[in-house]
């Protein structure tokens, strides 16, 4: 835990600021947070510089470009693999960067070994990326699939 950064108020409300709106200009961050321009300036860089501040991106709604359905699938590998290959995890989680689909990869604890957030466009987009990729992957044992019925609540927003 030695990459805490410590943030005080005025970092705290600069972040949510940004969190909300990262176009947001420093005139319009610094007019609310009680700061001038250039002081804002340099917090944010120095947020930047420290990784508090990890890349700023555009959020693009999957709906938008075709991507109607989003499941959940919780992952079991297998424990062991014959001795001369890779170990099951390693060899997972190398694949998995190469799956458009998994836009999530979370290692857990418990009675699964992963979860991965699936976008695509339809049942039978996700039927072919889970019979042709997933499935045959020699290290899963087992997948259980939720499907999205309806978002609640969606952040990206990191609670200060």
């Keep these: 835990?030695?990459?805490?950064?410590?943030?005080?108020?005025?970092?705290?409300?600069?972040?949510?600021?940004?969190?909300?709106?990262?176009?947001?200009?420093?005139?319009?961050?610094?007019?609310?947070?009680?700061?001038?321009?250039?002081?804002?300036?340099?917090?944010?860089?120095?947020?930047?510089e420290s990784?508090?501040?990890?890349?700023?991106?555009?959020?693009v709604k999957p709906e938008s470009v075709g991507l109607g359905l989003t499941a959940y699938v919780n992952v079991r590998l297998e424990k062991q693999l014959e001795s001369h290959k890779r170990n099951p995890m390693d060899l997972f989680r190398a694949s998995v960067q190469a799956w458009p689909e998994v836009t999530e990869c979370a290692a857990l604890s418990g009675e699964m070994d992963?979860?991965?957030?699936?976008?695509?466009?339809?049942?039978?987009?996700?039927?072919?990326?889970?019979?042709?990729?997933?499935?045959?992957?020699?290290?899963?044992?087992d997948c259980k699939t939720s499907f999205v019925l309806d978002r609640v609540k969606a952040t990206t927003a990191v609670p200060l």
């Design 51 to 59: 990784g508090v501040i990890d890349r700023y991106v555009a959020l």
């Design 1 to 48: 835990m030695d990459n805490i950064f410590a943030l005080d108020k005025l970092d705290k409300l600069i972040l949510s600021r940004l969190q909300r709106n990262s176009r947001e200009t420093y005139d319009t961050i610094g007019a609310q947070v009680g700061l001038s321009p250039s002081a804002v300036l340099r917090r944010v860089k120095r947020l930047e």
């Design 114 to 141: 992963y979860l991965l957030r699936v976008l695509v466009h339809d049942m039978a987009h996700y039927s072919r990326f889970f019979m042709d990729t997933l499935l045959k992957h020699p290290s899963v044992q």
